[in-house]
């Protein structure tokens, strides 16, 4: 039971060892060194040095003070482009260097894996020359500009700095257009909550209306006396016809007595 315990306990140290060992921090890397106060700096300051610590082997081409000077005066994020091609996504010393069988090798540059690098602009092109080691853009067309100076630091096989005498600027570099910002997430919209069906209002009881008949023509009985109403026109043109019988009855009566003095006149003459 004992020695599966100490067999754990060695595994366990082991992993320990192994993962501290591919851990390493460039900004603590640097700060041992004066001459790299500036290039540190804008690792820190572009987001570089973070992007640096998260991978497990790199070779960063370091620029002391008097190197980097033209690059503090461009905005920031051309100067991290720049600054991520000088970082190698392998592990390159002094050592490995010299055993480079061909006359020129390209490697693959932190700008490449960004997604922003065009053409070959995240590439480099190191090259064994009769003046030694000298670093360009992978660009065709690109100069050898740099010049290796001297090994800083080396933790084999996750990081290498080496020193080198002046920056590489990758064709164009400087005049591409800003990477878009990331796309917003669309929000989802908030799902309808199900609200229960609202209850219509019972329907009162209502008595059904007994239907009422529609009133007949002609009087209506009642009790009582009955108050004259008004008719239309014929009961209007009654003092008219009173009228004309009265004048008939008028000149019957002058008429008969227009008879009678006849008559008497008729007699008085016949005596």
Known sequence: MDSKVSSLLFIAILCLISSTST????TKILAQSPEFVSFNDLLTQSGLAKEMSSRETITVLALDNS?????????????????SAHVILDYYDQI??????KASTIVTTLFQASGAADDRQ?????SRTAEGIKFGSAVKGAPLVASLVKPVYAQPYNISVLQVSEPIEAPGIDTMAPPPPPAAVPKKAPA???????KAPAPSKVEPS????????????ADGPVADVPTASPLADAPMADETTAEAASSQVHAGGAVVVIGLLACMMGF
């Open 122 to 126: 995240g590439f480099l092109n190191i």
């Open 23 to 26: 851990a390493f921090n460039i």
């Open 96 to 101: 490995k260097l010299s055993k480079l069988k």
């Open 210 to 221: 007994t239907p009422t008949e529609s009133p007949t023509e002609g009087p209506v009985a």
């Open 67 to 83: 190197s980097i000077g033209g690059l503090n005066g461009r905005p920031l994020d051309i100067a991290k482009r720049i600054l």
């Open 192 to 198: 309808p909550t199900a609200k229960s069906p609202s």
